[in-house]
């Protein structure tokens, strides 16, 4: 993934922490979610690809603004203090390695693995898909206790000065290896 393609992140207002918020808007809880954005004291982006005028309408605030274009997420790991999102591995990774919290709404399996992997690091809250979240509640949550960021931050620590491409090419030859090793299937 190209994390400079996009748009600079369009943070409303100029005070306070930053959540970028990288949301589906077929997620069962998106208007619940950004309700709860709206009435926490930071200021929030939401890429949330596809969503009705109506809603974006509805939603934005003072603290909240959308981007319907991609955000540059080298930016986005820069500037912003937490993030939501659906626990795609690319974001996930991203995230992550820039030390940054997550709030993880896994939608289907692949997502539900990661954040059950990343989960038990300290560095992310999640919200299944069998629970009923007080968003506004997690969001405090993750902003407000420094175990959350300290995690994270150790977890970048950790990959300081591994890039994106020589991990993905080391999974890759890892793939290969046991590929390899693997018995034939006749």
Not at 29 to 42: G, S
Not at 86 to 105: I, M, Q, R, Y
Not at 112 to 138: C, E, F, K, N, Q
Not at 172 to 186: G, S
Request: glycine content about 6%.
């Amino acid at each position: 993934a190209n994390l400079t393609r996009g748009v600079t992140p369009p943070w409303p207002g100029s005070a306070g922490k930053r959540v970028f918020a990288y949301l589906k808007p077929h997620f069962r809880d998106f208007e619940k979610l950004l309700d709860a954005l709206r009435r926490i004291d930071a200021s929030v982006v939401v890429h949330a690809p596809g969503v009705a005028d109506a809603l974006r309408r509805k939603h934005s605030a003072g603290n909240v603004a959308f981007s319907a274009d991609p955000v540059r997420m080298d930016a986005v790991c820069r500037e912003c203090d937490a993030a939501i999102c659906h626990a795609g591995v690319g974001t996930v990774e991203s995230l992550l390695t820039a030390g940054k919290p997550l709030l993880l709404l896994p939608l289907q399996l692949e997502q539900m693995m990661t954040a059950r992997r990343v989960h038990p690091l300290g560095a992310s809250l999640l919200a299944g898909a069998d629970s009923i979240a007080d968003y506004r509640h997690l969001l405090a949550r993750l902003l407000g206790e420094p175990s959350f960021t300290d995690a994270a931050r150790e977890i970048a620590r950790r990959h300081a000065g591994d890039d994106q491409e020589a991990r993905v090419a080391r999974i890759a030859d890892r793939c290969e290896e046991l590929i390899a090793r693997a018995p034939a299937i006749a």
